[in-house]
């Protein structure tokens, strides 16, 4: 999801940046946000920390969160600094706050859909970036609530999740994005 918040911000900002510069950033994100996190998986299940790609086991959650947090805070630091291209710091921020907060909630016991926290932060960030550029992103706005739907039904047709854990996981996603616009509308 970060990496299709990256790819819509560049399709639509109609401030000039560099192709050179997009195609790093994007190269780099999708290194950060896909490769990495895939590869230690592997290295996660082969050590035993978790049992599938799932996470289904709350406790199972907490080391893959942390390696996020710390991706993420790679993103912030090293791609997207705050002086560069400061919506994309201020997704990625929220993404950091968000993945916080499903480590939190890990911790206390409590199983938030990531799934659900992911599309939450990318619809919000969509719509900030209509706000901000006055642009009309009304089709990707309702592709965005119709995939939105999709994943919260089959994550509940599969029984992964509690409507309730849909719903918090939705609002941990959301929220975060919301409350960076703050710092940037």
Not at 4 to 29: C, D, L, N, Q, T
Not at 76 to 89: D, F, G, M, R, S
Not at 134 to 160: D, P
């Amino acid at each position: 999801m970060p990496l299709v918040g990256v790819v819509f911000f560049f399709s639509k900002s109609p401030r000039y940046i560099p192709e050179p510069v997009m195609y790093v950033k994007v190269y780099a994100i999708s290194l950060l946000t896909i490769v990495v996190p895939l590869l230690v998986f592997y290295l996660l299940k082969n050590r035993g920390i978790v049992a599938t790609i799932y996470l289904s086991k709350v406790k199972e959650r907490i080391v893959p969160l942390i390696i996020q947090c710390v991706l993420v805070l790679l993103i912030l630091n090293k791609v997207t600094p705050a002086n560069e291209l400061i919506e994309l710091y201020y997704f990625f921020l929220g993404i950091l706050v968000s993945s916080m907060a499903c480590l939190m909630l890990a911790f206390f016991k409590l199983k938030a859909s990531i799934h659900m926290t992911a599309i939450g932060g990318v619809l919000m960030f969509f719509m900030s970036i209509g706000i901000h550029y006055q642009i009309n992103i009304n089709g990707s706005l309702a592709l965005l609530f119709v995939i939105s739907g999709a994943i919260a039904s089959s994550r509940w047709i599969l029984k992964a999740h509690t409507p309730a854990e849909l719903i918090i996981g939705f609002v941990v996603g959301f929220i975060p994005q919301l409350t960076m616009l703050n710092y940037w509308l």
